[in-house]
């Protein structure tokens, strides 16, 4: 059972091919948008999918001995760890955003072209 959730899972958040992912159909259909931005941006569908990842690992821990049980779990496992990976990524960019800081300042192309250029003066520097 925990790796079937893990399946439908991946059908209902992962595109395959020309063809949309599963949830995006039945988001759709229920008037809801799997895009953040039309059909770009941050897949919605991926944040949903825990509703099928969570319960695989729960099923896992319970029934340790069976090895789809298992599978299902070290699969939703790190599944889990990534989706929560990338949304606390999407969180600290937007706190840089929406602070001082701002989101270009970290991500300007300029600033890496002038971190570039500072590292092969500093490389250039070392060499005898």
Known sequence: ???????????????????????????????VKP??????????????????????????????SDWGAKVGRILSTILVVSILVTLLFFEVIQIFQYSGAGYGTIFNSEHLVDLRYSRRLWEDQREP
Do not use: C, E, Q
């Not at 439908?8 to 949830?23: C, E, P």
């Not at 953040?36 to 897949?43: M, P, V």
């Open 1 to 31: 059972m925990s790796l079937l959730l893990f399946i439908l899972g991946i059908l209902f958040s992962v595109s395959f091919g020309k063809y949309d992912a599963i949830g995006d159909y039945i988001l759709r259909f229920m008037s």
């Open 35 to 64: 895009w953040s931005n039309g059909n770009t941006g941050l897949h919605y569908t991926v944040f949903y999918s825990l509703a099928f990842y969570i319960p695989a690992l729960i099923i896992g821990y319970k029934f340790k």
